[in-house]
């Protein structure tokens, strides 16, 4: 297979913070990425505020963060990420205002590729995992109908990002009330000839997982783990596939759904799942 | 140039074993790595006989300063190495060192002799960071086991054999006068502290392999002390690192006796750190003369 990814300029760089949006409980940053190059959907950046960072509550954070781009639009320098305040890293990140600058590498991995024979794409997001989709619908599905799942209205408010999405939350304060995998299944029900592409929490994916494999639908799955460099340098990232370990930075972090005999979060992960210390 | 064991290097900057993996940052950066190679000699992350798949997962916590990691030495075996790493590593633009380990003596003895043979390899680097299966005993923990397995390895080869040295030992400095006695040619230091981290949620080991080693700022200074200890008690050269993020900690170490400096941790924050640290280095080092 030949690697088509966008390689990231060597080292960290400065980008200016321009503006600056809150979605319900997300917080959307754009950055002036002078001199970058232009990302591909699915691709991510390893971000860090210039100033305080490593100087917070318990010293942390101290490692920079990925995030996935949100979008980049074309003929422009900027990137766009979507942040959630879930600890000390995105904290920081949330509260940067325009001219305040963020250090970043990349873009990083490999992202989403076209679907397969004549299948139409079907995305789905769930939470802060909407990121990704919304520039793969830019780049190359407008007119592809988003599935998104939320905990509540707050965060279901981040399906504005996206163009004609339809909403499941956890406690239907907006749209059907339940699982966004539900609202895959009956459309995998109505009509299965799609390739899906899917990024959200891991138990969501678990289940967009089994459910394209029980229909035979081909999955792009957008994966997280915990990352400490995202270049392939420390071995950290690694998830457990069929074939043993990858590096979901350097492999990833879209991954195709066969590679995969289960999505699991990081910490749950089968310690027996391959061959460990051997 | 400044001359390391024979090897000539264009400044006193490399990265630590385990820190860097120049094959994947090339499929990451392109060949713009290459044209701005951050290191003055690149050093593999430990190669051991057979492959391994490293620990399960998590393999990473945050700590103040710093980052626990319980990777456990994932790589594709000697061979594999050999056939597939080798030849992409020939291509940088500066010396390759090889970091390798063993779990028992003949192991690294095999190690050393498959690299002694490739002149694509400009010297060696042992990671004595693990128990010898056949004794027990952590091999650089202790003066007896590093000299023996030293006299079993140096007559099997010309090239230099840097001993690094693991930071969890009694008596740090004895170590590296009996790897000095036995023939080795430098000593690096410090490799990670033993660490651990306990899950917020559920109170049971965080980490995939229960403890880790703790790396970056927060060894800074444990890596001072170590590293002035040892270059009173050896002659020969000392590679030291340890929480290296500026040209002035670099400038630290070597003036604790250092030699060489290796930049790890902070290759994650910034993976141009070595070129930052060197270049910087060079600045004060020439604002000085
Ligand atoms: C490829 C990729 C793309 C991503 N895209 C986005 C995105 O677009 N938007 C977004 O908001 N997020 C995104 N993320 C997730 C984001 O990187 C994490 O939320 C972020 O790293 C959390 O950092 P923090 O300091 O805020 O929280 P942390 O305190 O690091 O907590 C996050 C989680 O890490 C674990 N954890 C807690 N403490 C520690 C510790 N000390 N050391 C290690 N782990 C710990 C826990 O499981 C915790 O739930 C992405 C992640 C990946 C891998
Ligand atoms: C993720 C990670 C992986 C490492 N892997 C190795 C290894 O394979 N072999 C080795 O000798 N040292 C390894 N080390 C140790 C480093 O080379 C270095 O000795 C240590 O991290 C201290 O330097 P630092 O604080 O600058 O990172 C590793 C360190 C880290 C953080
Ligand atoms: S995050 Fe370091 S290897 Fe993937």
């Not at chain 2, 064991?5 to 074993?17: D, F």
């Not at chain 2, 050999?82 to 390759?96: C, F, I, K, N, T």
Request: proline residues 8%; aromatic residues 6%.
């Amino acid at each position: 297979m030949t690697d088509e990814r966008t390689l990231a300029p060597f080292g960290r760089r400065a980008a200016a913070v321009t503006w600056r949006a809150r979605y319900g409980a997300y917080v959307v940053l754009g950055c002036a990425d002078t001199g970058g190059p232009r990302p591909q959907a699915g691709q991510f950046y390893m971000l860090s505020a210039a100033e305080r960072w490593g100087g917070g509550e318990g010293e942390r954070p101290f490692l920079p963060r990925a995030f996935s781009v949100l979008r980049a639009p074309a003929g422009s320098p900027e990137l766009e990420f979507l942040v959630e305040d879930v600890g000390p890293g995105t904290k920081r990140l949330a509260e940067l205002r325009e001219g305040d600058e963020v250090l970043l590498t990349g873009p990083l991995g490999v992202g989403f590729t076209p679907p397969r024979e004549t299948r139409r794409p079907l995305l789905v997001g769930g939470g802060v995992g909407i990121a990704p989709l919304a520039i793969l619908q830019d780049q190359l599905f407008p007119n592809a109908v988003p599935l998104l799942g939320f905990r509540d209205g707050a965060h279901a408010a981040g399906a504005e990002l996206l163009i004609g999405a339809r909403i499941a939350t956890d406690d239907g304060s907006a749209g059907h009330h339940g699982l966004v995998s539900e609202l895959l299944e009956a459309e995998l029900a109505r009509d299965s000839d799609v390739e899906v592409y899917a990024c959200g929490p891991p138990a969501m994916l678990e289940a967009v997982r089994r459910e394209c494999e029980r229909r035979g639908v081909p999955a792009q799955l957008a994966l997280e783990s915990g990352m400490a460099c995202g270049f392939g340098a420390c071995f950290g990232c690694v998830v457990a596939t069929r074939g043993g370990y990858l590096r979901l930075c350097l492999e990833g972090p879209v991954i195709d759904a066969n590679q995969l005999a289960e999505v699991s979060a990081p910490e749950k992960q089968p310690a027996g799942a391959t061959p460990a210390n051997r | 140039m400044l001359d390391f064991c024979g090897i000539a290097l264009e400044h006193p900057i490399i990265n630590g074993s385990g820190t860097f993996d120049a094959i994947a940052a090339r499929r990451a950066f392109g060949d713009a790595l290459l044209e701005s190679f951050p290191f003055a000699a690149f050093v593999t992350k430990t190669v051991t006989v057979a492959p391994r798949e490293g620990n399960p997962p998590p393999r990473l916590w945050e700590v103040a300063g710093g980052l626990i990691n319980s990777i456990g030495l994932p790589n594709k075996g000697l061979h594999g190495f050999l056939a597939e790493d080798l030849p992409e590593l020939a291509e940088l633009p500066v010396p390759l060192i090889v970091n390798v380990m063993g779990f028992s003596r003949d192991e690294v003895a095999e190690l050393v002799d498959a690299f002694t043979e490739r002149d694509e390899v400009a010297a060696l680097e042992l990671n004595v960071s693990c128990p010898n299966v056949e004794t027990g005993l952590v091999m650089g923990a202790d003066p007896g086991e590093v000299a023996a397995l030293l006299e079993r390895v140096t007559p099997l080869t010309g090239k230099p054999l840097i001993v690094k040295l693991t930071p969890n030992a009694g008596d740090v400095p004895a170590v590296a006068r009996a790897a000095e006695a036995a023939g080795a040619s430098a000593l690096s230091l410090i490799n990670t502290l033993r660490g651990m981290a306990l899950d917020p949620g559920t109170g049971q080991p965080w980490l995939g392999a229960t403890t880790g080693g703790v790396s970056g700022p927060a060894v800074r200074a444990i890596a001072l002390a170590q590293v002035y200890a040892v270059a009173r008690a050896v002659e020969i050269p000392i590679v030291g690192m340890g929480g290296v993020q500026t040209p002035t900690d670099a400038l630290n170490l070597l003036r604790a006796g250092a030699d060489l400096v290796a930049v790890g941790t902070e290759s994650f924050r910034d993976p141009a750190a070595g070129r930052r640290v060197a270049e910087g280095l060079g600045t004060i080092v020439a604002n000085r003369t």
